[in-house]
Each structure stands twice: as C-alpha cells, then as structure tokens.
C-alpha cells in the first residue's frame, strides 16, 4: 500500500541526501518536502530546499515560523546580534544552538502530517551533529519518535534515517544516489560563496574529503 | 535557588488549578504564564487565562499560532466547518482531537524556556483526557518529557502533576487551594454561557457532582 511521506528539508547536505534515498527507497509513494523559515540570517537555504524539492518532483511549501523564533536566543537568528561562533568543542552547547528548533519542527510536522494523512515523517540528524546539537542526539531522536507516535494516537512514525552515520558516510550515500550537491547549501553564512570556516562548512568540506572527491560548491578563496 | 516555571495555561479548570498548586508549592520562584491562540472556535479562554495569571500576580502572554493552525484538521478550529462532536466513547479519538497539539504546544515552550533561562515547564493533562487525546496519555507525557530534557542538553524539566489523576481529584484540590473556579472556562462553545452538553462540560459537571459541590460557572438552562 501506497503511503504518504512527510519530509523536513532544510537545503542542507543532509536532508536532500535523507529525500534522494526515500525517493530511491519507496518510488510509488507521495513525498512532500516542508521547509521552516524560523526567522534565519539568510534565505539561502530556503530558496535552495524549494528548488530540491522540485529537482526530485515533489511538492513542497515553506511554513513562516520567524516570528515564533524572534525571541529564541541563537546566533543563527536575524533578531540575534550575535557572531556566529566559528569553533565547537566536542560536548559543547555552541551559539548556533537554536533551542529545541528540531522539536519544534518534528512537532508542527506530526501535527501537519497527521492532519492529511500522512504516515512517515523523516529528518536528517546524524552522529556528528549530536555532539553539538542536542536536539540531534540519539536520545532525542529515540523519545521524540516515541513522542510523536504516542501522541498521534500510534499514526505518525518518525524516521532520521542517518542517526548512527558520520557526515562522509552521508556524502558516500548521496554519490551512489547522484545527488547534486552543488545545490545544497551548508554554510551558516549567507553570502554568495560559502565561507568555508564556520563549523558546518568544516564538516562538510571534511566529508568530501574523507569520500576523495571534490566539492562541487564554490567557496571563499577557490580559483 | 529560585526557580524560572513556564506555564500552559489554557484558561480551562485543570491547567488553573495547576497554577495555583505551583504557586503554593514554589512561593519563592517566578511563574509565567503563556497561552497560545491557535485558531480555536472562540477567545473566550484565551482571556480568561490572561485574567487568571494577573490573579495570581504571574507575568503572562499569549503566543499567536492560529495561521500555522489554519490546515490542521479539527472540529474546535475556525478554520474548520465541523460540529463539535458532543459524545465521545472511551478510547475514541474525536473530532475535537487537534492533531499533536500539546506536542506543539510543549515543543515551543520548551525553545522559549532554553532560550530565557527557565527550568521547570509545566502542563495540565489529567488521567479522563488520556482516553480521547493521544497527546494528554501517560505514554505521550513520559516521552515527551524525555524528548524535551534531552533536546535541551539536560535543562528543561516538564511536569505533568495531574498525569495520574481524575478530573473530580482536581475539582478537590483546587477546591483546598481556594481556586476561583468561576473565572475558568472548560466548553467548546464560547457563548455567554456554558452549554452544559459538549464533552468537556459534562466532565467538568461531574467532577464537581463527585465533590458535592456547586459549579460556579453559569450554565445554559440554570436560573
């Protein structure tokens, strides 16, 4: 039987890999692709997941969240004077941090998804992220899956399907399902190219690295 | 140490008498109140929720959500045509059923409550509800509550004091903690007076029955 699938795509590397593998994984199903603007420095990635969505032919909508966010305490945020912190310790809660964001998404998400009938929510948290991130934590992810399914009276299953993979595991995955990565977009800096510094354009850069090819984004600094 | 609480006050009997059973148990620490318009039929608790944090000399506000509500599927939405079903079996989850509310509801609380340096975030989900919302069931509570404190590395504590408690135990207990039961409002219908019929009305009618006491409250039909 033919089901339903919600998917949180940010336009990062991450969440379009998590849609190009449900594609490949469950051809005959609808899957609709939802981004949140949560009132973030720049609209990038926004404009990017739309584009993705559509690359993979699936419907897709932004849902105006940055109001909500205007009082959240993250560097991340336009209300937020903050500079974005470019160094994380391992264990260490950073500035990037927006609280409980992963919650909140997954949450509206359950709500949306078991409004219409849908059955499968996924995300695209990984290993790497859960060390800085806690809302990307296994143990997060284990009792808000439990949260959401109990919740929505044992209806909607969340699924982050790259919960126990590493960033270059992902770019592996992504590679063999020709993913284009030149349109996803990492980098906590808005600007035309990538920065190439900031703790997500790290590990991304890593990632490629580890996989022995070539990012296809153009960053700060390349020829 | 003083302690930062935030509440989910909906105006309604359970999450009032909560508030006072806080204020008496942590004289000493700061309690806010937050009420969330999400589009609900009438403003009638939205309201009064604010009036009863002022009552108990609590900062409050109220967090408009109505336009993310807009799609969801639920009889006690504007957005939505449907009467509001006044009978419930047990274990039936009815049209009065918000999909994933308290989720939503608790997610973005827990964000507001990481981002401002509280501790303690409370709701008022009771044992009769848990037959007919999903969302107020033991399961759902205990989930969530982990979701929570491990999405916020740790910091956020929700509780749910009347998890394990009847409707009529409530009636008791705000009844010892001198709750002006009168300034609360438990209908789905927001007319002048209560209807007396819908189901939340006729618990709320029986749980004071239970005490051997008056309800307050002015119903349809009473002199």
Known sequence: MSVKHLVLLSGGLDSTVMLAHIKDQYPEDAVTCVTIN???KHHKEIDLALKIAAYYKCNSFCIPLAELFNSFNSALLMSNNKEIQNTLERGEVGNTYVPFRNGIFLSVLAGLADSHEYKGLWYGAH???????PDCSKKFYNTMKDAIFFGTANN?????????????EIVAKGRALKVPFGMTWSCYNGREKACGVCPTCKGRLEAFKANGIVDPLVYVGAI
């Open 127 to 133: 290993a790497e992220d859960a060390s800085n991130y």
């Open 156 to 168: 909607i299953v969340l699924t982050a399907p790259w919960i126990n993979m590493y960033k270059a």
């Open 38 to 40: 949560y009132g973030q």
